[in-house]
């Protein structure tokens, strides 16, 4: 595995089981006869979003055994997961207010 296989595969499976995990949550809302408390149960919507963040973080911890110096792995790590987050929380951020599922 090269550096950016392992990264594209650790962006790809977050961002994809993130967002096929939203688009499932409103397939079932807007099919429901209550959308503001159907959806995915609580429980399970956290199990799959931290799923996703571990086999994110496994790949890229993985594609960070290919870097040579220390100052560029940390860089690797704060840079990743601090993206990864930032994602996580404007992604479902919008979701959760945009649709009025809950509020602030």
Do not use: C
Request: aromatic letters at 16%; glycine letters at 6%; proline letters at 1%.
């Amino acid at each position: 595995m090269t550096y950016k296989t392992g990264l594209s595969m650790a962006w790809l499976s977050f961002v994809g089981i993130i967002l096929g995990e939203l688009i499932v949550d409103y397939l079932i809302r807007i099919n429901s006869d209550d959308f503001y408390h159907s959806g995915i149960p609580e429980q399970l919507w956290f199990v799959i979003q931290m799923s996703a963040a571990a086999l994110a973080l496994f790949f890229v911890f993985r594609s960070a055994k290919l870097i040579d110096t220390r100052s560029r792995i940390v860089i690797h790590y704060a840079l990743n997961i601090s993206l990864g987050v930032l994602f996580y929380t404007v992604v479902v951020f919008f979701y959760i207010v945009g649709l009025g599922i809950d509020s602030l």
